[in-house]
C-alpha cells in the first residue's frame, strides 16, 4: 500500500478503531489485573528498541507493533487508558486495531482511497499537519516586544475605551397634538410596562423601522449621527431606565422616548488588555508567516489561472441547505494550524 493510500484509508476508516474501542472499554472488570510496567509516579517505564518493534499481529503486508499498540491506547484519556491496563483488555485494543485494517484493506481493494471525497480529506489533514510543522518554530506570543503591543494599544482607542451609552424605545408622530395626548399615555399606567409601550409604539407610531422593533433604538453614544441630535439630549438626561420624555421636536417630526438601558463609560488600562493584544498581533504574525510560506510554495509551482472560465461556475442562491463537503482549499483547510 502506497503512503497516499495508507493515508486516505486513515481518513475513511478514523472512526473505526475508535468506535470498537468504545464499545470493547465498556467491557470493565473483565480480565486478569494489571499487565503494566509503571515507574514511579505512574510512568511508564524506558524500553528498548527491539521491545518497541516486537510484533503483535500481522494483517496481510501490515505489522501491527508493541508500539503501535502502547502509542494508540496510551493517546486515550487516563480514564480510558486505565480500563486497559490487564492483558485482556490490551487484546481487546489490539483487536480493534486488526479489524481497523482488515476495512482499511478492504475499503482499498474496493478503491475507497481514490474517492474524490476522501481525497479532499486526505489533503487537508496533510495540510493541517504540514502548517503545524512550518510554524512551530516560529514566533510566540511573548516573543512580540513590548513596545509592539503599546503601539496597538495606542493605535486603538476605540477598541479599549467606550464611551456612555443609552438605549431607548421612541413613539414617532408627524403632529404636536397627538404626540401631546401619546405622552400622557405613555406616563400612565399603559406606558409603565415594556410591552405597554411597545403596544403605543405598535399604534402610533409613524416611523416604520423602529416600529417594527416596537420602537428600540437600540443603544448609541452622544455623538451618535443615526438619531436626532435633541433626542440623543432628552435621553441622556432621564435618570433612570424607565422614565419617559417627550414630546421631543426633532426636524418635522415628535419623539416620545422610554430608556431601556444605560451603559457606563469604559476605559481598559494597557495592563489588563496586556495579553488580549498579544494573542491578536500573535494571530496576524502567524497568518503573515503562513501567507508567505504559501507564496512561496506558489513562485515553485506552476500555477495558472483561467479567470474567463470564472463564468462557467453557477451558484446556487437558493436557500436549500445540503451536506455537501467544504470548498476545497477553503478556510477549514488553509486554517487547520493556528
Same mark, same amino acid.
Given at each position: 500500500?502506497?503512503?497516499?493510500?495508507?493515508?486516505?484509508?486513515? &481518513?475513511?476508516?478514523?472512526?473505526?478503531?475508535?468506535?470498537?474501542?468504545?464499545?470493547?472499554?465498556?467491557?470493565?472488570?473483565?480480565?486478569?489485573?494489571?499487565?503494566?510496567?509503571?515507574? +514511579?509516579?505512574? %510512568?511508564?517505564?524506558?524500553?528498548?528498541?527491539?521491545?518497541?518493534?516486537?510484533?503483535?499481529?500481522?494483517?496481510?503486508?501490515?505489522? $501491527?507493533?508493541?508500539?503501535?499498540?502502547?502509542?494508540?491506547?496510551? *493517546?486515550?484519556?487516563?480514564?480510558? *487508558?486505565?480500563?486497559?491496563?490487564?492483558?485482556?483488555?490490551?487484546? $481487546?485494543?489490539?483487536?480493534?486495531? $486488526?479489524?481497523? +485494517?482488515?476495512?482499511?484493506?478492504?475499503?482499498?481493494?474496493?478503491?475507497?482511497?481514490?474517492?474524490?471525497?476522501? &481525497?479532499?480529506?486526505?489533503?487537508?489533514?496533510?495540510?493541517?499537519?504540514?502548517?503545524?510543522?512550518?510554524?512551530?518554530?516560529? $514566533?510566540?506570543?511573548?516573543?512580540?516586544?513590548?513596545?509592539?503591543?503599546?503601539?496597538?494599544?495606542?493605535?486603538?482607542?476605540?477598541?479599549?475605551?467606550?464611551?456612555?451609552?443609552?438605549?431607548?424605545?421612541?413613539?414617532?408622530?408627524?403632529?404636536?397634538?397627538?404626540?401631546?395626548?401619546?405622552?400622557?399615555?405613555?406616563?400612565?399606567?399603559?406606558?409603565?410596562?415594556?410591552?405597554?409601550?411597545? !403596544?403605543? &409604539?405598535? *399604534?402610533?407610531?409613524?416611523?416604520?423601522?423602529?416600529?417594527?422593533?416596537?420602537?428600540?433604538?437600540?443603544?448609541?453614544?452622544?455623538?451618535?449621527?443615526? &438619531?436626532?441630535?435633541?433626542?440623543?439630549?432628552?435621553?441622556?438626561?432621564?435618570?433612570?431606565?424607565?422614565?419617559?420624555?417627550?414630546?421631543?421636536?426633532? %426636524?418635522?417630526?415628535?419623539?416620545?422616548?422610554?430608556?431601556?438601558?444605560?451603559?457606563?463609560?469604559?476605559?481598559?488600562?494597557? !495592563?489588563?488588555?496586556?495579553?488580549?493584544?498579544?494573542? +491578536?498581533?500573535?494571530?496576524?504574525?502567524?497568518? %503573515?508567516?503562513?501567507?508567505?510560506?504559501?507564496?512561496?510554495?506558489?513562485?515553485?509551482?506552476?500555477?495558472?489561472?483561467?479567470? +474567463?472560465?470564472?463564468?462557467?461556475?453557477?451558484? !446556487?442562491?437558493?436557500? *436549500?441547505?445540503?451536506?455537501?463537503?467544504?470548498?476545497?482549499?477553503?478556510?477549514?483547510?488553509?486554517?487547520?494550524?493556528?
Amino acid at each position: 500500500m502506497t503512503s497516499l493510500h495508507a493515508v486516505a484509508v486513515a &481518513v475513511i476508516l478514523a472512526g473505526a478503531m475508535t468506535a470498537g474501542c468504545s464499545r470493547s472499554a465498556g467491557d470493565e472488570g473483565k480480565g486478569g489485573g494489571k499487565d503494566t510496567a509503571s515507574a +514511579e509516579g505512574g %510512568g511508564l517505564v524506558p524500553q528498548s528498541t527491539d521491545d518497541l518493534s516486537t510484533p503483535l499481529a500481522t494483517v496481510d503486508d501490515v505489522v $501491527i507493533t508493541v508500539k503501535q499498540l502502547q502509542d494508540s491506547i496510551n *493517546r486515550q484519556s487516563p480514564y480510558i *487508558r486505565a480500563r486497559y491496563a490487564s492483558r485482556e483488555q490490551k487484546r $481487546i485494543f489490539l483487536d480493534n486495531m $486488526i479489524r481497523f +485494517e482488515v476495512l482499511a484493506s478492504e475499503a482499498v481493494r474496493r478503491g475507497l482511497d481514490r474517492d474524490p471525497e476522501v &481525497v479532499q480529506t486526505m489533503k487537508s489533514a496533510m495540510i493541517t499537519k504540514l502548517l503545524k510543522a512550518e510554524l512551530a518554530a516560529g $514566533i510566540k506570543p511573548e516573543d512580540i516586544p513590548e513596545a509592539d503591543l503599546r503601539a496597538f494599544f495606542a493605535a486603538n482607542p476605540a477598541r479599549f475605551n467606550k464611551a456612555e451609552e443609552v438605549r431607548v424605545s421612541a413613539i414617532v408622530l408627524a403632529k404636536q397634538k397627538q404626540a401631546d395626548d401619546v405622552a400622557v399615555l405613555a406616563r400612565g399606567e399603559q406606558g409603565q410596562s415594556n410591552k405597554g409601550f411597545r !403596544d403605543l &409604539v405598535s *399604534r402610533f407610531s409613524t416611523d416604520a423601522e423602529s416600529r417594527l422593533r416596537g420602537g428600540d433604538l437600540r443603544y448609541f453614544e452622544r455623538d451618535s449621527t443615526e &438619531v436626532p441630535k435633541p433626542v440623543i439630549e432628552a435621553a441622556f438626561a432621564l435618570g433612570k431606565t424607565g422614565d419617559v420624555a417627550g414630546p421631543i421636536a426633532a %426636524g418635522k417630526s415628535f419623539y416620545i422616548i422610554k430608556q431601556t438601558g444605560r451603559r457606563g463609560a469604559v476605559s481598559k488600562a494597557f !495592563d489588563r488588555v496586556k495579553r488580549e493584544i498579544q494573542n +491578536e498581533l500573535y494571530k496576524q504574525r502567524r497568518e %503573515g508567516a503562513q501567507r508567505k510560506f504559501v507564496d512561496q510554495l506558489k513562485t515553485r509551482s506552476k500555477v495558472e489561472v483561467l479567470d +474567463e472560465n470564472l463564468k462557467k461556475v453557477r451558484v !446556487d442562491t437558493s436557500n *436549500r441547505t445540503g451536506d455537501e463537503p467544504s470548498a476545497p482549499g477553503g478556510p477549514s483547510a488553509a486554517g487547520g494550524a493556528q
